[in-house]
Nanobody, 123 residues
Framework: QVRLAESGGRLVQAGGSLRLACEASGSIFVINVMGWYRQAPGKQRELVATLSSGGTTDYADSVKGRFTISRDNAKNSWYLQMDSLRPEDTAIYYC?????????????????WGQGTQVTVSS
């Protein structure tokens, strides 16, 4: 069983930077996709950034050029560097792992979520 724990969320002024961290623990073999999602009050959870095991990244249009996802395999961790923060980036940020059991089809994979960390950007 894989467990995820986020850290790094806090109050920051617009234009500032934050670095979120997600640490995975438990029975880890391969995390096929590492990701960050966010949910603002009254809105649906949305994808922020993903990083595949092969190194492919994907970003929401709203964060391209400002946010960077990276990983440290030795620490079973991945990160979200957030620069030039805006008030509209205020949300609870969740890390996500998509795992596919060895030998199984991609569609048989499953998601694991962290508990979330609050990011608040003041204007």
């Amino acid at each position: 069983q894989v467990r995820l724990a986020e850290s790094g969320g806090r109050l920051v002024q617009a234009g500032g930077s934050l670095r979120l961290a997600c640490e995975a623990s438990g029975s880890i073999f391969v995390i096929n996709v590492m990701g960050w999602y966010r949910q603002a009050p009254g809105k649906q959870r949305e994808l922020v950034a993903t990083l595949s095991s092969g190194g492919t990244t994907d970003y929401a249009d709203s964060v391209k050029g400002r946010f960077t996802i990276s990983r440290d395999n030795a620490k079973n961790s991945w990160y979200l560097q957030m620069d030039s923060l805006r008030p509209e980036d205020t949300a609870i940020y969740y890390c996500n792992a998509y795992l596919v059991p060895e030998g199984s089809a991609w569609s048989l994979g499953y998601d694991v979520w962290g508990q979330g960390t609050q990011v608040t950007v003041s204007s």
